[in-house]
């Protein structure tokens, strides 16, 4: 059998240079970017704040004075505790703005837009190599996979509208991907040793201390492997006897709980913002309102056609759909099956779909409670499912070659209609994206603002007078 591990050179050579391409995109839309999201400047500002000024009735501020709030002045570079103390004073954990601070450190006094677009572009490009990672396991090794997946999630609008948001999204994405990529490899190779398990609790503990929404994904991941753990057969084929791993399990578990536990501990502010704080008390409000379900589920559904699929997905859909039914007609027709197809009507279902169902229950369950629970800010609500959208890339190209493998065409062989269909499957959605480019789906630029900036710098020694909201002055850096 020839061995499914090597890739041909020309393999490496087409996604090298599609990894270039895309990263030179990336780059490109960060040039475009002249303004920046009122969150966006809280990440400044609560990562480098100097004075924390605030809003008063009769005060003249510099703008000096205003300007050292959002920068990291020479001679207070790395002060990670008072970051860390600022986070607490909000309702997000600190890691991402530990990191961003690190980086202002680096350039004393200097406020650039390219401290977090640099972060963000550095991000953008392990994320990239961890999908091309779960790619490569999701689809058994089949280079297809990897390359289409790669295409549709560098042809996304709404992936570069998180390169391009400095915000801790990307960041949160990576933690993502790592965590499935690390269940996948164990899933595959059916080892759960003391590696896997310290692995599982550090990125456990990272990305709870980026992003709370981490926790989504983890509770369905963790139930989706337990339950796999908790059903095992003592052989993967259908006869097996069922006999629950009750030392994985216990093992498992324990090691999610310590890497929870071990970050409530290290950032103690975590319980009162999830419990407390009042973006804690929305999600909750929002999430046990049944009224709203089926309204903020369209809502997200449409962002997720519009500028993850370039509005494509109801054509995707259709297309599932009809090769799906194609499959089923055929195949009762046909007398025999391909030599994959009869193997995998002999195994356990849940055993011959573990790499893809996996991360399936773990994306859809994210999905559907931060579509539940996200903040609705028009269009910038993107940036709560852009963590996921890689690997539903992912499990879309899984799901359409699953599809046409059943499928056998006007006498073409096998292989080549599954090449065929695949291909131009992928194609058809990548060209919507790549229109959906054209016509602005990256969001986050603010090219709007250049004639402000400029307007602003003409005019820097005139004095300002503000009116502000005396209910809103806790939203400074939005004011500044």
């Known amino acids: 059998?020839?061995?499914?591990?090597?890739?041909?050179?020309?393999?490496?050579?087409?996604?090298?240079?599609?990894?270039?391409?895309?990263?030179?995109?990336?780059?490109?839309?960060?040039?475009?970017?002249?303004?920046?999201?009122?969150?966006?400047?809280?990440?400044?500002?609560?990562?480098?704040?100097?004075?924390?000024?605030?809003?008063?009735?009769?005060e003249w501020k510099t703008g000096a004075q205003i300007r050292d709030e959002f920068m990291v002045l020479p001679g207070q570079q790395f002060r990670f505790a008072d970051v860390v103390r600022m986070q607490s004073y909000d309702v997000h954990p600190p890691l991402y703005y530990l990191l961003l601070h690190t980086i202002c450190s680096l350039t004393p006094g200097v406020f650039s837009k390219w401290s977090g677009l640099g972060l963000n572009l550095a991000l953008f490009a392990v994320s990239y190599l961890l999908l091309a990672w779960a790619a490569w396991m999701m689809g058994k090794r089949k280079k297809e996979t990897v390359l289409a997946a790669c295409l549709l999630y560098g042809c996304s609008g709404a992936v570069y509208s998180g390169v391009v948001l400095v915000r801790?999204?990307?960041?949160?994405?990576?933690?993502?991907?790592?965590?499935?990529?690390?269940?996948?490899?164990?899933?595959?190779?059916?080892?759960?040793?003391?590696?896997?398990?310290?692995?599982?609790?550090?990125?456990?503990?990272?990305?709870?201390?980026?992003?709370?929404?981490?926790?989504?994904?983890?509770?369905?991941?963790?139930?989706?492997?337990?339950?796999?753990?908790?059903?095992?057969?003592?052989?993967?084929?259908?006869?097996?006897?069922?006999?629950?791993?009750?030392?994985e399990c216990f093992l498992y578990g324990f090691s999610l709980g310590m890497g929870m536990l071990l970050a409530v501990c290290s950032y103690p502010a975590c319980l009162g913002h999830i419990f407390r704080g009042y973006r804690g008390v929305e999600a909750m409000g929002a999430f046990f309102d049944l009224n709203n379900t089926a309204g903020r589920l369209s809502f997200f559904l449409h962002l997720l056609n519009r500028y993850a699929f370039g509005s494509m997905l109801p054509i995707l859909i259709l297309l599932l759909f009809l090769l799906g039914l194609t499959g089923v007609a055929l195949n009762k027709r046909r007398k025999t099956d391909n030599e994959h197809i009869v193997a995998e009507k002999d195994s356990y279902f849940w055993e011959r779909h573990r790499l893809r169902l996996f991360p399936a229950i773990a994306v859809v369950g994210y999905f559907a409670v931060v579509a539940k629970t996200?903040?609705?800010?028009?269009?910038?609500?993107?940036?709560?499912q852009i963590p996921v959208y890689g690997l539903l890339f992912v499990l879309t190209v899984e799901l359409t070659l699953s599809l046409a493998r059943r499928l056998c065409l006007f006498g073409i062989e096998p292989g080549k209609a599954l090449l065929f269909l695949t291909r131009a499957t992928v194609l058809l959605v990548a060209i919507g994206q790549l229109v959906g480019l054209c016509r602005g789906n990256v969001l986050f630029l603010y090219r709007e603002d250049r004639e402000n900036i400029i307007f602003a710098k003409q005019n820097q020694e005139e004095a300002v007078m503000y009116y502000y909201n005396p209910d809103l002055r806790w939203m400074v850096w939005d004011d500044s």
């Open 1 to 58: 059998m020839r061995n499914q591990r090597t890739y041909p050179i020309h393999f490496w050579a087409l996604f090298w240079l599609l990894f270039l391409l895309q990263m030179a995109a990336a780059f490109w839309f960060c040039l475009q970017k002249e303004g920046f999201h009122y969150d966006e400047y809280y990440s400044y500002y609560s990562s480098n704040v100097t004075y924390g000024l605030g809003p008063g009735d009769g």
């Open 168 to 247: 801790m999204y990307l960041l949160l994405g990576l933690w993502i991907l790592l965590f499935t990529c690390l269940h996948l490899r164990a899933l595959e190779k059916r080892k759960w040793g003391p590696g896997f398990y310290l692995s599982a609790m550090a990125v456990t503990y990272v990305g709870f201390l980026t992003h709370y929404y981490f926790v989504v994904y983890l509770f369905f991941a963790g139930a989706a492997l337990e339950c796999y753990f908790f059903f095992q057969r003592e052989a993967s084929q259908g006869g097996g006897r069922w006999r629950p791993k009750w030392r």
């Open 374 to 384: 996200a903040l609705l800010a028009a269009e910038s609500a993107n940036r709560y």
